[in-house]
Each structure stands twice: as structure tokens, then as C-alpha cells.
């Protein structure tokens, strides 16, 4: 099917209007019509080759939500005209331990993600940044229609890479959490923690996301740009979640965990990171990272928010806008999540 997208030909190139195939449906696939797609931070150092792991041509977007518009006879999950949800992966092997666990984003033999793999047809995999999208009924995820569509689509992506490992440590009612960055991931992070109950900090460089940490949910915003900012911090956090897109230092905010506390690392920077281990020993305390999440968890995820009203902070913009809204969110202007309006592709 001729499919209308917005593609990167090479790391230098800007992304401009592509047309590709995607496969007619067959007997378990979910034709989705694309409403909105969501602009990840993971799209930018894609598409820029930073990772140094992208096939071009990239159509890149992972935070899906659309209608259904046609389904394959054997399809059980969703019913025509629902609205429904794809987020970072498509395909996965289903019989690992991890598969078979509903950990399909941990899949043992890799799993297919959304765009920039490899596909069972031998083709490469395009994502989101277009109008339409053939998907296996497994991956594809339903969404409540209390949410507003285009402020659920990051959900799929800055949703559930905040929401599954806060889950994992544990964070309740009383915990203590901080998230470092507030970008996409960082404002998902202070609203689902402050929504399971915990007490959330807000560690950010830009002076003037105070009064919006505030208003998302946080408690306590501290500026960690000046010396010695976090000293007051000190044994202070259950987990840290840090969603910093480049490289920074852990080993000060590492110090700020209680002991046995946990630093979520899920921010991706394309270069290392230095650990001491000299916080990790005096303390007990462990980095760990995490990607997105499995199936169920995921759809775990969106009833939350449905239950809970949660959705993202978006401006939208349109696939001519791709460029700018890429410009912006490396300079942190985007309050807080860029989401195209996949209709007019
Ligand atoms: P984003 O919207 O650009 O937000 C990143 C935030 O980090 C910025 O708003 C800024 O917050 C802070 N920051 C950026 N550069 C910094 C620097 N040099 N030093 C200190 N702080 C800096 O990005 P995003 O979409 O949330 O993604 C964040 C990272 O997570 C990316 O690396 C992305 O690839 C990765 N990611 C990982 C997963 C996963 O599964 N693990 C999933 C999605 C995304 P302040 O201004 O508040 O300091
Ligand atoms: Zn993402
Ligand atoms: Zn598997």
C-alpha cells in the first residue's frame, strides 16, 4: 500500500516528504490510519546517526495513536474504527523467556523495532512520521478514549520508559523520587510518580522550568547547574530517575540516593558516562537501566492513565514543522513533547 511519510536520506540531510510500501494486511495484522505520532528525543539521535546504527532512508516515530481501518480475519485484539496505540517495537521472536514473560522489549534475540529493523519481509522497518501503519494485533495496544489522542501518542514511548522501571524499584505512596531533565521523558517521569504517591524533586539545569516541575506534579525543583547544588540532597532518594540525553555526571546525583537506592538511567547519551565507585560502595547503592517496556505493561500503563486522566504536555506541529521541532527540543524549548498531526502527511 502507498504509504506518505517524512524520511532522513543520511545523517546530514534534513527529513523531507517519502513515499514507500507497507504490506496489505494479512490474517493478524492491524491496519492503523496514523492520528498522531509523537517526536522523541530517540528519533533525533537516530536520524542524526549518533547511536551509529541507522539505516537510511529513516522514517523514524515510535509514539503512535490512530484508528483501525482494517483488520485480518484471524485479528481478536481490536475492533474496526478503535482507537489504538503502537510504541517502540513491532515484531519480537515470542518464545524466549523474556517474550514469553510479556517482556517482549527485552526480547533474547532482538526484537524488531519500530523503525530501523529489519522486518520478517527482509525489508527495513518505517515508523510513525507517516500515514498509515500495518502492525501484528500482539503489538498493537488499545487507549482510552477519555484520553485526548494526540496528548496520549508520547505515552507509548515517554510513558512507558518512565512508568515501567518506577514500577520495578517499587515506588509507592511515600517514596522519594527524582528525575533529572525535564524534557519528554523527565515531565512523564514527575507525573507518574507523583501520581503513584511518591514525593518527587525536580533536578534540572534551566531556571525557568520551576513554576511548570511545580505544576506537573513536582514537589521541590532544584537548579543543578551551581557548585554544590545537590549537597543538601545528600541520602535523600529511593531512585533517581535520569532521562539526560548527553553526556553529564552521575556520581554527584548518585550520592543523593538513601541506601540500597536505585539510579534509573534510561537517558541515552551517545557517549559514556564516567562511574566512580566510590558512591555505589559507601551506600549499597546500584545503577541500573531500562528500556520502554513489555506488552502488558505498556497497556498497563495507558489504563493508569486513563484511570488517572494522564496524559502528555504537547505542542503539534505538522510533518512541513519536523525540522524546526527537532532544532527546538535540542535547545529544551518544547513544553514538553513534540507531536505531529499525521493526517496532513
Ligand atoms: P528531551 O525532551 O530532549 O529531554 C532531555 C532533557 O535532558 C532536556 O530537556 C534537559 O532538561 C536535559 N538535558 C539535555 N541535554 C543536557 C545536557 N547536556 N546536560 C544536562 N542536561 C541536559 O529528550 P527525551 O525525548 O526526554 O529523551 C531523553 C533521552 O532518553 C534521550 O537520550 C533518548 O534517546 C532517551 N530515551 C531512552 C529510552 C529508553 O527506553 N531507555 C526511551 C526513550 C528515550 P533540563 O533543561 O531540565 O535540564
Ligand atoms: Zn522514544
Ligand atoms: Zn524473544
Known amino acids: 500500500m502507498q504509504t506518505r511519510g517524512y524520511a532522513a536520506l543520511s545523517a546530514e540531510a534534513p527529513l523531507a516528504a517519502f513515499q514507500f510500501e507497507r504490506r496489505t494486511p494479512g490474517r493478524r495484522d492491524v491496519q492503523i490510519a ?16 549518533e547511536w551509529g546504527m541507522t539505516t537510511f532512508p529513516c522514517v523514524p516515530g515510535h509514539e503512535i495513536i490512530g484508528r483501525v481501518v482494517r483488520i485480518g480475519d484471524d485479528v481478536k485484539k481490536v475492533k474496526l474504527g478503535q482507537r489504538v496505540a503502537v510504541g517502540c517495537f513491532v515484531n519480537s521472536c515470542r518464545t524466549c523467556e523474556s517474550c514469553k514473560g510479556g517482556h517482549e522489549n527485552y526480547c533474547e534475540t532482538g526484537f524488531t523495532m519500530t523503525y530501523g529493523s529489519l522486518d520478517r519481509d527482509g525489508k527495513t522497518t518505517f515508523g510513525g512520521y507517516s500515514n498509515q501503519i500495518v502492525v501484528d494485533e500482539h503489538f498493537v495496544l488499545t487507549v482510552p478514549e477519555n484520553l485526548d ?18 514500577r520495578h524499584v517499587g515506588v509507592t ?5 527524582a528525575v533529572m ?32 516541575a511545580q505544576r506537573l506534579g513536582a514537589h521541590e525543583f ?9 549537597a543538601p540532597l545528600a541520602n535523600r532518594y529511593d531512585a533517581i530517575v535520569d532521562t539526560i540525553s548527553a553526556k553529564h555526571d552521575i556520581n554527584g546525583p548518585l550520592g543523593c540516593l538513601k541506601r540500597d537506592g536505585t539510579l534509573i538511567l534510561v537517558g541515552a547519551s551517545p557517549q ?18 531500562s528500556l520502554v517496556g513489555g506488552i502488558p505493561e505498556t497497556q498497563e500503563m495507558l489504563d493508569h492513565c486513563g484511570a488517572h486522566g494522564i496524559t502528555s504536555d504537547i505542542e503539534l506541529t505538522t510533518p512541513d514543522g519536523i525540522n524546526q521541532a527537532y532544532e527546538r527540543t535540542l535547545k529544551g524549548d518544547v513544553k514538553y513533547r513534540f507531536v505531529i498531526d499525521c493526517a496532513k502527511f
Open 149 to 166: 489522542p494526540a496528548g496520549a501518542a508520547p505515552l507509548l514511548c515517554a510513558g512507558i520508559t518512565t512508568y515501567s522501571p518506577l
Open 222 to 230: 532544584v537548579l543543578t547547574s551551581g557548585e554544590g547544588a545537590l
Open 272 to 289: 559514556a558516562l564516567d562511574l566512580s565507585p566510590f558512591p555505589l560502595i559507601f551506600g549499597r547503592r546500584k545503577v541500573m537501566g
Open 173 to 177: 505512596k511515600g517514596s522519594r523520587v
Open 181 to 212: 531533565g525535564l524534557g519528554g521523558l523527565g515531565h512523564m517521569a514527575v507525573k507518574l510518580a507523583a501520581s503513584f504517591g511518591a514525593e518527587v524533586t525536580m533536578l534540572s539545569r534551566s531556571p525557568g522550568k520551576k513554576i511548570d
Open 34 to 49: 496514523i492520528e498522531f505520532c509523537g517526536i522523541c528525543h530517540s528519533d533525533i539521535h537516530t536520524v542524526r546517526n
